[in-house]
């Protein structure tokens, strides 16, 4: 019997040293500033936004987010901090902006994934974006709460089909140190979370090996 111990080549490793391709999704916004500040140099990082950043897409529009897979080429990782939603008490609640919630921020987010199959590298990842909103409501966004809802369980049940070691992850944070002056007013006694802890919880994901999980910043 051959007891000869299996030996890794670091170097072949998918380690946070490796330079990795990524795009950010929603890179000028609170969180997607976060997590362009807390990525090593090392990486080449493209920003996309509608309107702002290296490339403009919409999440909203299929179209628009192949078109965007195009002129980038393959990358090694895909975060997104994008996906707007709308407020509204619950008896007013007009199915129209519930599904402006529903088609911006967990469809655009999936059809993100579902288009960049094909342009993820062996062993590559996306990052998804929900919120607390799920899971310690606040009113007036039952929106936002069921588009995070759909998009965790996207997540959990994409992860056991991902093909060549890829993985897929969703963050899901309270509301942000920089985004109280925004929002503070609508999330009565929330603590807010330090961006230095939102940054860790992206990089977990991105130069981490961890898949199919909900990671927690609250
Ligand atoms: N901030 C927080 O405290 C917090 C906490 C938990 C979860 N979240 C979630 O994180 C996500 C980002 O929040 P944020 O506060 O960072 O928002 P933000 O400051 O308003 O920034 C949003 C970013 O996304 C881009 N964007 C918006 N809609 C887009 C679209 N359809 N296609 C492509 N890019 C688009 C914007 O760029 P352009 O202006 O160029 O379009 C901008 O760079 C949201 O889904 C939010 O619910 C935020």
């Given at each position: 019997?051959?007891?000869?111990?299996?030996?890794?080549?670091?170097?072949?490793?998918?380690?946070?040293?490796?330079?990795?391709?990524?795009?950010?999704?929603?890179a000028k916004g609170?969180?997607?500033?976060?997590?362009?500040?807390?990525?090593?140099?090392?990486?080449?990082?493209?920003?996309?936004g509608?309107?702002s950043?290296?490339?403009?897409?919409?999440?909203?529009?299929?179209?628009?987010?192949?078109?965007?897979?195009?002129?980038?080429?393959?990358?090694?990782?895909?975060?997104?901090?994008?996906?707007?939603?709308?407020?509204?008490?619950?008896?007013?609640?007009?199915?129209?902006?519930?599904?402006?919630?529903?088609?911006?921020?967990?469809?655009?987010?999936?059809?993100?994934?579902?288009?960049?199959?094909?342009?993820?590298?062996?062993?590559?990842?996306?990052?998804?974006?929900?919120?607390?909103?799920?899971?310690?409501?606040?009113?007036?966004?039952?929106?936002?709460?069921?588009?995070?809802?759909?998009?965790?369980?996207?997540?959990?049940?994409?992860?056991?089909?991902?093909?060549?070691?890829?993985?897929?992850?969703?963050?899901?944070?309270?509301?942000?140190?920089?985004?109280?002056?925004?929002?503070?007013?609508?999330?009565?006694?929330?603590?807010?979370?330090?961006?230095?802890?939102?940054?860790?919880?992206?990089?977990?994901?991105?130069?981490?090996?961890?898949?199919?999980?909900?990671?927690?910043?609250?």
């Amino acid at each position: 019997m051959n007891h000869a111990r299996k030996t890794t080549n670091l170097a072949e490793m998918n380690t946070s040293t490796r330079p990795l391709r990524i795009i950010v999704i929603g890179a000028k916004g609170h969180v997607g500033t976060t997590v362009c500040e807390a990525l090593p140099s090392h990486h080449d990082v493209i920003k996309v936004g509608r309107n702002s950043g290296d490339v403009n897409a919409d999440i909203s529009d299929r179209s628009s987010i192949e078109a965007m897979y195009e002129e980038i080429g393959k990358i090694d990782a895909v975060v997104l901090a994008a996906g707007a939603v709308h407020f509204c008490p619950l008896e007013q609640f007009p199915e129209d902006k519930f599904l402006f919630n529903l088609m911006h921020k967990a469809m655009g987010q999936i059809n993100c994934v579902l288009s960049g199959l094909d342009y993820l590298n062996d062993g590559g990842s996306f990052t998804l974006t929900s919120g607390i909103l799920d899971r310690d409501p606040i009113r007036m966004a039952s929106g936002a709460a069921a588009a995070n809802g759909a998009i965790g369980g996207f997540v959990k049940s994409a992860a056991i089909e991902m093909p060549r070691n890829t993985r897929i992850n969703v963050v899901s944070t309270g509301l942000q140190d920089i985004s109280v002056e925004r929002y503070g007013s609508v999330f009565p006694g929330h603590t807010p979370v330090s961006s230095e802890r939102v940054a860790y919880a992206y990089l977990k994901c991105v130069e981490g090996g961890i898949n199919g999980q909900l990671v927690t910043v609250d």
